[in-house]
């Protein structure tokens, strides 16, 4: 038991540690929120989601959707629209950053919907969590299985929490106005070319 719940704990440290759309959108809630308690609908959204798509793998249910090319198809359509959506919010936050008493931040409704839809509209955290996640989880059985699928869903807990914890940070420090704004028109440029990207598959995919 104790191997299993090492073994999921670094695979999901592995897949969870790439800068992607959803490690961006957490830690800029933190940054942007003058209270850690406010980014935690983000967080908690997030988590959740995370925790639902490895349940579903690792009961067997990622065979059947993967079976879908439709449902694929529609992932890739409405996903890719909000990416574009989301980078065009981060990229023009510039103008809001330079006034502090007037930071963008979303309120709990937009942080559920945000991080609900770069979690499930994102066909590489699908991939990871269904190919990967529930493809490994295989060799596992009984008490072995519940302990891996358990160190999994942890990692993705704890990370975003402290993704949020570090944005909060630094979000307090007198130089974070700078290095917010980089961030956000960095992060932009990452999630266009996620977005690009998966347009390119669903046309490859036609």
């Known amino acids: 038991m104790t191997e299993a719940m090492i073994h999921g704990f670094l695979l999901a440290l592995g897949l969870i540690?790439?800068?992607?759309v959803q490690n961006v959108f957490i830690m800029n809630q933190g940054m942007n929120h003058s209270a850690l308690k406010k980014a935690m609908p983000a967080v908690i959204t997030a988590s959740l989601c995370?925790?639902?798509m490895i349940v579903a793998a690792v009961s067997g249910i990622s065979v059947v959707v993967l079976k879908w090319e439709w449902l694929n198809g529609i992932l890739l359509g409405l996903g890719s629209l909000f990416l574009i959506y989301m980078g065009w919010t981060l990229w023009t936050s510039e103008a809001v950053?330079?006034?502090?008493?007037?930071?963008?931040?979303?309120?709990w409704r937009r942080q559920v919907v945000f991080a609900a839809s770069v979690s499930l509209l994102n066909p590489h955290a699908i991939l990871d969590t269904i190919g990967v996640i529930g493809t490994t989880s295989i060799g596992y059985i009984g008490v072995e299985k519940t302990a891996f699928t358990s160190a999994v869903i942890v990692v993705s807990w704890i990370w975003f929490t402290?993704?949020?914890?570090a944005g909060h940070r630094m979000g307090n420090v007198n130089w974070a106005k700078g290095f917010r704004m980089g961030l956000s028109k960095c992060s932009a440029l990452l999630i266009w070319s996620t977005a690009v990207y998966m347009v390119w598959k669903l046309i490859g995919s036609a």
């Open 50 to 52: 995370d925790t639902v």
């Open 17 to 20: 540690l790439p800068l992607g």
């Open 97 to 107: 950053m330079q006034n502090p008493a007037s930071e963008q931040k979303f309120d």
């Open 162 to 165: 402290g993704l949020a914890i």
